[in-house]
């Protein structure tokens, strides 16, 4: 049914069979065609168990009380929406640096934002879809998160909407995916800092290794993807454009990134800044 040889990290013991059909390579083909559902099944099943076995360890008075820091961590369900990306944030995230790299060692501006040629770039645009889809209805159903994490939902939809409906800037698609690399960092932050405290070794650690993950793919390497998209539109206008969708969608495109980085640079400096307190000694 699927192939074996085009599957998850290309090749070696972590080989897994892609569910997304290789041909065409296309995120909106795996949608169309049904073959998609897989992520949505995982996503939930992932959630919902967590969320029954949070809720079972509760009643039993075996699950750990918090810390009092957020009030939100009495919801089930905001512990368990935690869960999921720190499972699925992984595979996911070296997909897209693997397919990057792919896609980037070529120096093919065709192929960098041509159509999709790649079925492993296909399926990591299909399944951070996905994500997002899942994860903005969960949101909305259970009532979780806030203003930011709603507007970064937001413009991610929006430039995923693009990408799916051209199928295409591979490049791109790929260096912005990789940025979920830092969310199971996050995660386990987040909940070690609510259950066990900001002055627990395991609450700093992750948020070191949060930070340093952060700064690297969701500064730097964003940095370089939204300048290089950014150039690569300026291009199309007075040269040959490589990148598949008309001119205006590449500047409303080319915009979205432009916001999406200043929220993360946003959200960058507030880390630096618990940074440089935990240095100093104080509550991260």
Not at 11 to 20: E, H, N, V
Not at 138 to 158: Q, V
Not at 254 to 280: E, S
Request: hydrophobic fraction near 50%; glycine fraction near 8%.
């Amino acid at each position: 049914m699927h192939l074996s040889v085009q599957g998850w990290f290309r090749q070696g013991f972590f080989l897994w069979p892609l569910w997304c059909p290789p041909d065409p390579p296309c995120p909106l083909h795996c949608i169309a065609s049904g073959r998609f559902l897989p992520f949505v099944a995982l996503h939930l099943a992932i959630f919902y168990i967590s969320a029954a076995v949070i809720y079972i360890l509760r009643k039993k008075n075996k699950w750990p009380e918090h810390t009092g820091f957020d009030p939100s961590f009495d919801q089930t369900f905001y512990v368990a929406w935690h869960i999921p990306m720190m499972v699925m944030g992984i595979p996911l995230s070296l997909m897209a640096i693997m397919g990057g790299r792919d896609v980037w060692i070529t120096g093919d501006r065709f192929i960098e934002y041509g159509y999709i040629s790649d079925p492993l770039v296909a399926e990591v645009g299909a399944w951070f879809s996905c994500f997002l889809a899942v994860d903005c209805c969960l949101l909305l159903i259970h009532r979780l998160g806030g203003k930011e994490l709603y507007m970064h939902h937001a413009i991610f939809i929006i430039g995923t909407g693009l990408w799916i409906r051209h199928c295409c800037a591979s490049l791109t698609l790929c260096l912005l995916v990789s940025q979920e690399i830092s969310s199971p960092a996050l995660n386990l932050f987040t909940l070690c800092r609510a259950y066990k405290g900001t002055n627990s070794t395991w609450t700093q650690g992750f948020f070191v290794i949060f930070a340093v993950f952060f700064f690297i793919f969701r500064v730097f390497v964003n940095t370089f993807g939204t300048v290089h998209f950014c150039c690569e539109v300026i291009h199309g206008f007075w040269g040959t454009q490589a990148l598949r969708m008309a001119r205006w969608e590449g500047a409303s495109m080319a915009l979205i990134l432009l916001c999406a980085w200043a929220l993360q640079v946003h959200w960058a400096r507030k880390i630096a800044i618990k940074f440089y307190q935990g240095i100093r000694g104080r509550e991260v």
